[in-house]
C-alpha cells in the first residue's frame, strides 16, 4: 500500500505557481495540474469511502479521512521544494493531511462553521501554519475558497468567537444576525478579501493565520459521495519561524 499511496499522492514536478494578491495585501499560491494522476487519488476515496468520519473537534462541515504519513510526508516534500521560502517558515516542525468532504446542509451548521476561521490557534509564537487545499472535483460550483478580515474592533471580533462555542445556533443568531449558513460574502462582521475558486486539480496554499472559509455557493449539490462531492486533500504544515 505504501508504494501505491506514494504513487496516486505524486505531484507535478515543475509546477506553474501563480501569487494571487488578496485586497488586504497578502498572497496565496495556486497551481494548476497539481497531481500528476488525480483520478487515483478519487478512486481511493471512492474505495475508502466507508471510514470517512465527522471531525467534531475542527470547524470542518463534513466528513474526513486522515492520510498515512506516507502521503503527509509527500505533500510536505512539495511543500517545502516549492512554497515555503513564500511564508514565515524556515523548517517544517509536523504535517497533517486529509481527504475531506463538505456535506453539512447549511441549516444543521454550527455557529463556528458559520463563519471564517483561522488554523493553528493553540501553536506557539515561535511557529507558524500553513495550510492547502486540492479541489478533486470536476463541478466548480461545489465551491473554492475565500478569504476575510473582521469588520469590527478586536474585541468585539473576539467575543463572538468566543461566542460560537458558547451559544446555541438560535442564541448565536439572535445575538450577532448570522443565522446558520455558509459564509461566502462581506458581511457586518467579516469583509471578504479574495478568494480562489475550484477548478479540478487545483491546489492553493495560504497562510493557516488568515481567516478564511469553504466558498459553498451551490449547498444543495454536497454529498458523501467521493466520486461526485466536493472531495478535497487538505494540508496544515506547523512551521518554525524564520529567524528575526
Not at 488525480?38 to 471512492?46: G, I, N, Q, S
Not at 458559520?114 to 463541478?139: K, M, N, P, W
Not at 469588520?151 to 443568531?173: G, I, K, N, V
Amino acid at each position: 500500500m505504501k508504494g501505491t499511496l506514494e504513487k496516486i499522492t505524486a505531484f507535478n514536478p515543475r509546477p506553474q505557481i501563480e501569487p494571487v494578491r488578496l485586497d488586504n495585501s497578502r498572497f496565496c499560491y495556486v497551481i494548476d495540474d497539481a497531481l500528476l494522476d488525480p483520478e487515483a487519488l478519487v478512486a481511493l476515496a471512492v474505495e475508502l469511502r466507508d471510514r470517512f468520519s465527522p471531525v467534531d473537534s475542527s470547524a470542518y462541515p463534513g466528513i474526513c479521512l486522515e492520510m498515512p504519513a506516507p502521503v503527509a510526508l509527500r505533500l510536505n516534500g512539495f511543500f517545502v521544494e516549492h512554497l515555503r521560502r513564500e511564508f514565515d517558515a524556515r523548517r517544517t516542525l509536523r504535517v497533517r493531511c486529509r481527504l475531506s468532504m463538505v456535506t453539512l446542509p447549511p441549516h444543521a451548521l454550527r455557529p463556528f462553521q458559520s463563519i471564517c476561521h483561522a488554523d493553528g490557534q493553540h501553536i506557539e509564537a515561535t511557529q507558524s501554519i500553513q495550510a492547502c487545499v486540492a479541489y478533486l472535483f470536476r463541478d466548480a460550483s461545489l465551491g473554492g475558497t475565500s478569504f476575510y478580515e473582521p469588520a469590527r474592533a478586536p474585541q468585539e471580533t473576539a467575543e463572538l468567537f468566543h461566542d460560537t462555542h458558547r451559544l446555541s445556533a438560535s442564541e448565536f443568531t439572535r445575538k450577532y444576525a448570522i443565522a446558520p449558513g455558509y459564509i461566502g460574502a462581506s458581511n457586518d462582521w467579516f469583509t471578504k478579501v479574495g478568494g480562489v475558486a475550484a477548478k479540478w486539480n487545483r491546489i492553493v496554499f495560504y497562510d493557516g493565520s488568515m481567516l478564511h472559509s469553504g466558498d459553498i455557493p451551490a449547498p444543495e449539490k454536497l454529498g458523501a459521495d467521493p466520486a461526485s462531492g466536493r472531495l478535497t486533500l487538505n494540508g496544515f504544515f506547523t512551521s518554525r519561524r524564520r529567524a528575526a
